[in-house]
């Protein structure tokens, strides 16, 4: 029989807010976290807005801020997010607590890169319009700060987790685009269901709101334009979507082995019930159009739960505002839920906080709990013109009360990468 794995701790650092209650506030308001770019001059991007994570001090949660001078956004909002976590479950403060049997997978992703430095280098480096790659090397080495380059690593939020909290047990990083943070969840989840930890410290962090990551993503064609509406710009389902918006961010959380949790009375706020993992095989950034990836790890997902359709009470979607992805995982939902996906309401907390890559799906996870938790499904705003390709009930614009025991969350990212959790509320 596989070990039950319920969660124990919660922590987020969001662009609606820097605590779990602040921001599932604003998301039953239904209020929008998308605002103009205020970390570089973005006048001309073809996209202009983003949505940043406002007030945040990792002084806050730290008392050795000399340490991260040269950690990136990504790394400080993972700090912030894992504090909240470890403090809400109060593992670290149980005298029994083992550090060999607390581990750390996340789904984060790289930091930012030190642009303006990296620019000035290739035009110094310039020889009749092809960069010298020798003088480019040797003065790279001489002006890069090489502490600021190794935290841009994927894995380092990880390491300073760890270092932070003791975690002496398995220490793991997946970056498997915007599915990263929920199969990072569903692999801790794996790890404690067969024993090889009883604790374990997931979710993700990301922050891709630099010159890079907005020129990366408009090449792709790939976000909103809306620049004279930067608050209605991400609109999930929406026949007049034109993009997603660039959002960042961390959501952390505690998981726990039952019989472990229960033990020391730990606080439960719910239970990782299914977990489903799949691989599109298609093409690098698109969708297959089948939907056949996303089908299948929602079923995968629910075998795993061992329940049928009928008991999901709620989607939350991975709903990014493009015209691919809303259309296909519509037809993802009908093809995984069968008849009940036409019952079951669907909304994407995108539309208020935008995308938070590798960090959304453990965000979205924390937030499938809050509704879980308070019989309160979050809306997706900014909708207000039908698709008819897009025929499910989205929960538009208005934050809808209905009890509930059961979400399908589901994260499907760039290369066709596509994990669905299953979360529950907690029955002994």
């Given at each position: 029989?596989?070990?039950?794995?319920?969660?124990?701790?919660?922590?987020?650092?969001?662009?609606?807010?820097?605590?779990?209650?602040?921001?599932?506030?604003?998301?039953?308001?239904?209020?929008?976290?998308?605002?103009?770019?205020?970390?570089?001059?973005?006048?001309?991007?073809?996209?202009?807005?983003?949505?940043?994570?406002?007030?945040?001090?990792?002084?806050?949660?730290?008392?050795?801020?000399?340490?991260?001078?040269?950690?990136?956004?990504?790394?400080?909002?993972?700090?912030?997010?894992?504090?909240?976590?470890?403090?809400?479950?109060?593992?670290?403060?149980?005298?029994?607590?083992?550090?060999?049997?607390?581990?750390?997978?996340?789904?984060?992703?790289?930091?930012?890169?030190?642009?303006?430095?990296?620019?000035?280098?290739?035009?110094?480096?310039?020889?009749?319009?092809?960069?010298?790659?020798?003088?480019?090397?040797?003065?790279?080495?001489?002006?890069?700060?090489?502490?600021?380059?190794?935290?841009?690593?994927?894995?380092?939020?990880?390491?300073?987790?760890?270092?932070?909290?003791?975690?002496?047990?398995?220490?793991?990083?997946?970056?498997?685009?915007?599915?990263?943070?929920?199969?990072?969840?569903?692999?801790?989840?794996?790890?404690?269901?067969?024993?090889?930890?009883?604790?374990?410290?997931?979710?993700?962090?990301?922050?891709?709101?630099?010159?890079?990551?907005?020129?990366?993503?408009?090449?792709?064609?790939?976000?909103?334009?809306?620049?004279?509406?930067?608050?209605?710009?991400?609109?999930?389902?929406?026949?007049?979507?034109?993009?997603?918006?660039?959002?960042?961010?961390?959501?952390?959380?505690?998981?726990?082995?039952?019989?472990?949790?229960?033990?020391?009375?730990?606080?439960?706020?719910?239970?990782?019930?299914?977990?489903?993992?799949?691989?599109?095989?298609?093409?690098?950034?698109?969708?297959?159009?089948?939907?056949?990836?996303?089908?299948?790890?929602?079923?995968?997902?629910?075998?795993?739960?061992?329940?049928?359709?009928?008991?999901?009470?709620?989607?939350?979607?991975?709903?990014?505002?493009?015209?691919?992805?809303?259309?296909?995982?519509?037809?993802?939902?009908?093809?995984?839920?069968?008849?009940?996906?036409?019952?079951?309401?669907?909304?994407?907390?995108?539309?208020?906080?935008?995308?938070?890559?590798?960090?959304?799906?453990?965000?979205?996870?924390?937030?499938?709990?809050?509704?879980?938790?308070?019989?309160?499904?979050?809306?997706?705003?900014?909708?207000?013109?039908?698709d008819p390709e897009c025929d499910l009930d989205y929960?538009?614009?208005?934050?809808?009360?209905?009890?509930?025991?059961?979400?399908?969350?589901?994260?499907?990212?760039?290369?066709?990468?596509?994990?669905?959790?299953?979360?529950?509320?907690?029955?002994?």
């Amino acid at each position: 029989m596989k070990r039950r794995v319920v969660v124990t701790g919660i922590g987020c650092i969001t662009p609606l807010g820097n605590t779990v209650e602040s921001m599932w506030e604003k998301l039953r308001e239904g209020a929008s976290g998308v605002d103009r770019i205020t970390y570089f001059d973005a006048a001309r991007f073809p996209t202009q807005f983003a949505a940043e994570v406002k007030d945040y001090r990792l002084a806050d949660y730290v008392d050795d801020t000399e340490r991260f001078t040269d950690a990136g956004r990504n790394i400080r909002f993972a700090i912030g997010a894992a504090t909240q976590a470890i403090a809400d479950s109060g593992l670290t403060e149980d005298v029994r607590f083992d550090p060999s049997q607390f581990g750390v997978y996340l789904g984060a992703g790289e930091g930012q890169q030190d642009f303006m430095q990296f620019m000035e280098l290739v035009a110094d480096c310039q020889d009749e319009g092809v960069v010298n790659q020798e003088k480019f090397t040797h003065d790279f080495l001489g002006r890069m700060n090489p502490q600021f380059e190794m935290e841009l690593e994927p894995n380092m939020a990880a390491a300073h987790l760890a270092s932070l909290f003791n975690a002496q047990g398995p220490n793991l990083n997946c970056l498997t685009a915007c599915a990263a943070s929920s199969q990072a969840i569903g692999e801790a989840t794996e790890i404690i269901r067969r024993g090889d930890a009883d604790a374990m410290l997931s979710g993700g962090a990301h922050s891709m709101i630099h010159p890079f990551g907005l020129t990366g993503f408009n090449l792709l064609t790939a976000l909103s334009e809306r620049n004279d509406s930067p608050s209605t710009a991400s609109r999930p389902f929406d026949l007049t979507r034109d993009g997603f918006v660039l959002g960042e961010g961390a959501g952390m959380v505690i998981l726990e082995e039952l019989e472990h949790a229960k033990a020391r009375g730990a606080h439960i706020y719910g239970e990782i019930r299914g977990y489903g993992s799949s691989a599109d095989a298609f093409r690098i950034t698109d969708i297959h159009p089948e939907g056949r990836g996303a089908i299948s790890c929602i079923r995968m997902a629910l075998d795993d739960a061992e329940i049928n359709p009928e008991e999901v009470d709620y989607v939350n979607a991975h709903g990014t505002s493009t015209k691919v992805n809303d259309r296909i995982e519509t037809m993802a939902i009908k093809g995984g839920l069968g008849d009940h996906a036409q019952q079951v309401p669907v909304s994407s907390i995108k539309s208020m906080m935008g995308h938070l890559i590798a960090a959304a799906g453990s965000v979205e996870a924390i937030t499938c709990l809050m509704a879980i938790r308070d019989g309160v499904l979050p809306p997706t705003i900014n909708y207000g013109t039908p698709d008819p390709e897009c025929d499910l009930d989205y929960i538009p614009n208005e934050a809808r009360e209905m009890p509930l025991r059961t979400a399908l969350s589901n994260s499907f990212g760039f290369g066709g990468q596509n994990v669905s959790l299953i979360v529950s509320a907690f029955a002994a």
